[in-house]
């Protein structure tokens, strides 16, 4: 026992003190040689320098004896690891060329991957915030397989009184509403939820207490829960805060809760406050528009909830068919996690995609660096070998090498990832929970994995030639036998033409992006929106009721039109209840009384805006047809307005004047008749199509209105004096939100614009990589083949043949690389065609565009290194070797 | 190639020791002393023989400290420890057994 420990005790020694040891070894090696010498020359009368040498073959290989020495003392692995450290470092530091430039591609690969990988991570991989939440689903309407809309009262407590797969179910109505405590007013994001939106979360607040059943019941004194961030700015503190009253859309509510710091949004929805909602029994079907969360009760699956909701939707929807025909309706459940993400896997799956395809370049790239770099070491390593280097050694010092470059790469790459997912956040995809996303634990896990598949992949074929070769045939050709054979040209040119098959579906998609985004930027929103303002106005239901009979809607815009209209600068004044080109306000199913739609069918649905006097004029919309509104029109006999591609796309033959329609499936009110056509204005987004149905809003005026302000004068003059003009009317009302609309347009394509941005940046990388590939293969290329490049010179060839035979062997891997890149972006940019606007995803045009793009870089990067080889003098190449 | 034989694997250890028996010695003295007292037939490479000496000095049968030699240089000196004076009669009587056993093989008609 106590000889075992003094083992551990000599090998600690050793490898404390491992120079000291190996100056021992080396005064008793000499001392050795000395006495042999010595002896040599007593006892056979050799001359000392002869002596000296036969005791040195008698010894055999001093270095060989040192290493079996070590490997003795049981320490070698560690000394030997750290001296291939800094042998590998050395060695790069000598070829700053190399190492910066293999560093930079590895570290911005692995930096942009990170940065995806982290924002996939938040939104895609991780879970809701909720516990079980994949017990949480969304309550949708669905007829036909991609027809889905929201809920109605009538909907909801159906599924309220008569499931049993639905532990709890909740509906959400949010909207922006105007809140005032103390002086203080400001519009804000607020979710008037019942009881169970809560429950159905498991949301509990940190102080008071939850909203609860009896809040529910219509006339119930209204309350809230509001968020950690509210109850501190606006209420001093969460203690002080329960209790408070705060005037919610003109309604007081107590304030019974607050939640948890950081709970900003609920399923999604964000909101400062969430106010009871109170609903009214229901006298019809509709109107829809309630968002509806459920929990799967314990044991319940997807499956069996959805057959039970098509069960009660079965029951419960004959019960209301007066007003709701399409009889094959039913209600659905799906994962709110599933829905919650639906689009940002397709955009985050996007960007993913395009940086794994980046960083295979880089790591592609780096590995055709690595190659050249072992071919120009060859020489040394076959001296190593025959020195008596092991094979186990020369691997692990080359391995060393990549894994050395990867490490550096990845420490650079996570602090260029954590630049990058700033960035990502700052411009990046608009997907929920994005700004969740954080370089963690995970994120480092994952960049250590891209940084062993980099050093791996980089590393793997210099050590597989080292393990091939033959060491004296090597010695013999100098230092060209590694990286001019055959073998490693045919590896080379294999990274070559994988680097240009990967960058041409990069390209692209960035080049499709780019066109669809060109397209996108030249529609006509319809309407002007050059000094046109808008105000939103929001009346609190609290103050105007709004309920038959009363004017008090009525009244405020008519006292505030004339006042607006009368500021200097103003020269037009409209009302809207939409805001182009991305909110259409309201949706409204109709059905044409001269081609009503089949029966237990749905009815087509169209942007349902309200208007007021001059919105037409102050938008700069043009009257194509028929007539505006006048102030007859007051809904004794609705009317509407259409825009042209309405009319054309239900009345492609005729005029759509004249025409009449059962709006909102009321089959008892009287018929709503179309009296114009006017130009197409966008509100589903510039990509969307230009239907809409203009109402007037004298036929019921809404509480939300914009108000549209076309001014003479910059627009920043004016609005002061415009929302002074409507203070004065009621100066209780919030009129923070003000919109240049030149600006709203802009921002409209901020999402394509931003991915094209993106995937700009990516297709740019991939292209300056690929290029930066086939000119390292052909710049070593033509180092390797110097003198037979020279003799073919002396032999006569022009500098044109040299250039022709360099660039045509370079071009041949490019075209290889680029038809097989084509192939597979033929096959993948299909995946893409939900992104693009007015774009085939396999536009020939575009996909030839950048083929050929990508094909000149590559003719300009094979030019350079030929330009090169002519230049050779041949007298001298020839000389030389 | 010459008279010399190769060392049977296991048998420089026990020659070593057996150097060693007869009081310290360093390394050129072991190599020395093993061709004298073979007559030249075992001439251990020197690559041999100094990991042999480190493997015996970490197995702990013999320790080594540096002194003057009778040349009066700085050598380091070998010295055999009771460990090793025990494993060098286990290895002489393994090898005797081993031995005999060739020799009667051998003998035999």
């Given amino acids: 026992m106590s000889q075992w420990m003094q083992r551990i005790a000599r090998r600690i020694r050793a490898l404390l003190h491992g120079d000291a040891v190996d100056g021992d070894v080396d005064a008793e090696i000499r001392l050795h040689l000395e006495m042999e010498t010595e002896e040599l020359m007593r006892a056979e009368g050799l001359p000392a320098a002869e002596a000296r040498r036969r005791a040195l073959v008698s010894f055999g290989g001093v270095e060989r004896y040192k290493e079996a020495h070590r490997d003795a003392r049981g320490v070698r692995w560690f000394e030997e690891l750290t001296q291939d450290l800094r042998y590998a470092i050395r060695g790069l530091l000598h070829a700053p060329a190399f190492s910066v430039s293999a560093v930079l591609v590895l570290a911005l690969g692995i930096g942009a991957s990170t940065a995806v990988f982290s924002a996939v991570d938040a939104v895609l991989l991780s879970r809701l915030p909720y516990p079980h939440d994949d017990q949480l689903v969304r309550i949708y309407n669905q007829s036909g397989p991609t027809n889905r809309w929201t809920l109605s009262t009538v909907d909801l407590h159906a599924l309220e009184e008569q499931s049993r797969t639905l532990s709890a179910v909740g509906a959400l109505r949010g909207k922006r509403v105007a809140v005032s405590y103390g002086s203080a007013a400001e519009r804000l994001p607020t979710g008037f939820v019942t009881s169970g939106f809560l429950h159905a979360l498991g949301v509990r607040p940190v102080r008071g207490r939850t909203l609860e059943a009896r809040d529910d019941a219509v006339g119930a004194p209204p309350v809230a829960v509001v968020n950690h961030r509210f109850a501190t700015e606006a209420l001093g503190g969460d203690a002080s805060a329960v209790g408070r009253s705060i005037m919610v859309d003109g309604v007081a509510h107590t304030v019974v809760g607050v939640l948890p710091a950081g709970v900003n949004d609920l399923a999604g929805v964000h909101a400062q406050i969430w106010a009871s909602l109170q609903l009214e029994p229901p006298t019809r079907r509709g109107p829809f528009g309630l968002y509806v969360i459920g929990r799967l009760a314990d044991g319940a699956t997807l499956d069996a909830s959805q057959r039970e909701l098509v069960e009660i939707s079965r029951r419960v929807f004959p019960l209301w068919s007066a007003g709701f025909q399409d009889s094959t309706a039913h209600l659905t459940p799906v994962s709110l996690r599933g829905d919650l993400l639906r689009g940002a896997g397709h955009t985050l799956g996007l960007l993913a995609a395009a940086v794994a395809l980046v960083l295979l370049i880089g790591v592609a790239n780096v590995a055709g660096l690595m190659l050249v770099r072992a071919t120009g070491r060859s020489r040394e390593i076959v001296l190593r070998t025959v020195l008596g280097a092991t094979r186990g050694r020369l691997v692990r010092l080359l391995v060393t090498d990549s894994v050395v470059l990867a490490v550096v790469g990845a420490v650079a790459g996570i602090a260029l990832g954590a630049a990058a997912l700033e960035l990502l956040k700052a411009i990046g995809p608009d997907v929920p929970r994005l700004d969740e996303a954080r370089l963690d634990l995970r994120t480092v896990a994952f960049a250590a994995a891209a940084a062993l598949f980099a050093a791996v992949s980089i590393g793997a074929y210099p050590v597989a030639l080292l393990l091939k070769r033959d060491a004296a045939p090597a010695l013999r050709d100098g230092d060209r036998a590694v990286g001019a054979g055959r073998r490693s040209h045919a590896v080379r040119g294999a990274f070559v033409v994988a680097e240009f098959a990967l960058a041409l579906p990069v390209l692209a998609v960035a080049a499709l992006l780019l066109n669809s985004f060109m397209r996108l930027q030249r529609v006509d929103p319809g309407f002007d929106p050059e000094r046109l303002v808008s105000i939103h106005v929001s009346l609190p239901s609290g103050l105007y009721p709004n309920d038959s009979g009363d004017t008090s809607v009525r009244d405020y815009w008519a006292r505030a039109l004339p006042l607006v209209r009368a500021v200097p600068g103003v020269a037009s004044v409209g009302l809207g209840a939409a805001l182009p080109p991305y909110d259409w306000g309201d949706f409204n199913n109709f059905d044409l009384v001269d081609r009503p739609v089949p029966p237990n069918t749905s009815q087509p649905v169209a942007p349902w805006v309200g208007i007021g006097d001059g919105y037409f004029a102050a938008l700069g919309v043009p009257l194509l047809e028929g007539r505006l509104f006048t102030p007859a029109d007051t809904g004794v006999a609705p009317v509407v307005v259409v825009s042209r591609s309405w009319a054309k796309h239900y009345y492609p033959d005729g005029s759509a004047i004249g025409r009449q329609m059962i709006s909102g499936g009321c089959t008892e009110c009287p018929h709503t008749t179309v009296v114009g056509v006017v130009g197409d204005v966008k509100y589903d987004g510039l990509g969307g199509t230009g239907d809409a149905v203009y109402a007037p809003v004298t036929e019921g005026w809404p509480l939300d209105l914009n108000l549209f302000v076309r001014t003479s004068v910059p627009p920043a003059q004016v609005v002061s004096r415009v929302r002074a003009a409507l203070a004065s009317v009621d100066p209780g009302i919030p009129l923070n939100e003000v919109v240049n609309m030149d600006e709203r347009v802009y921002e409209s394509i901020a999402q394509p614009r931003h991915m094209t941005a993106l995937l700009g940046g990516f297709a740019a990388a991939a292209v300056v990589l690929a290029a930066v590939g086939i000119f390292g293969m052909l710049s070593y290329t033509v180092s390797a083949r110097r003198r037979e490049i020279g003799v073919r010179m002396a032999l006569g060839a022009t500098g044109r043949t040299v250039i022709g035979m360099i660039v045509r062997r370079g071009m041949g891997h490019a075209i290889a690389g680029a038809v097989l890149g084509l192939v597979a972006a033929l096959v993948g940019t299909r995946w893409l065609a939900s992104a693009l606007f007015d774009v085939n995803a396999t536009d020939p045009l575009t996909l030839g565009a950048v083929t050929l793009l990508l094909l000149v870089v590559a003719l300009v990067a094979c030019w350079l290194p030929a330009r090169g080889a002519a230049g050779i003098d041949p007298v001298e190449a020839i000389r030389a070797e | ?109």
């Fill in chain 2, 1 to 109: 190639m010459d008279e010399r034989a190769d060392l049977l694997q296991g048998t420089l250890d026990l020659l070593i020791l057996k150097t060693l028996i007869l009081g310290p010695l360093h390394g050129w003295g072991i190599s020395k002393r093993l061709r004298e007292l073979s007559s030249d037939v075992f001439d251990v490479g020197q690559g041999s023989l100094y990991p042999a000496l480190y493997r015996l000095e970490d197995k702990g049968w013999i320790r080594s400290e540096w002194g003057v030699s009778p040349e009066g240089r700085r050598a380091k000196f070998y010295t055999l420890t009771a460990a090793g004076k025990k494993r060098f009669a286990a290895e002489r009587s393994q090898w005797r057994l081993f031995a005999g056993a060739v020799e009667r093989v051998l003998e035999a008609t």
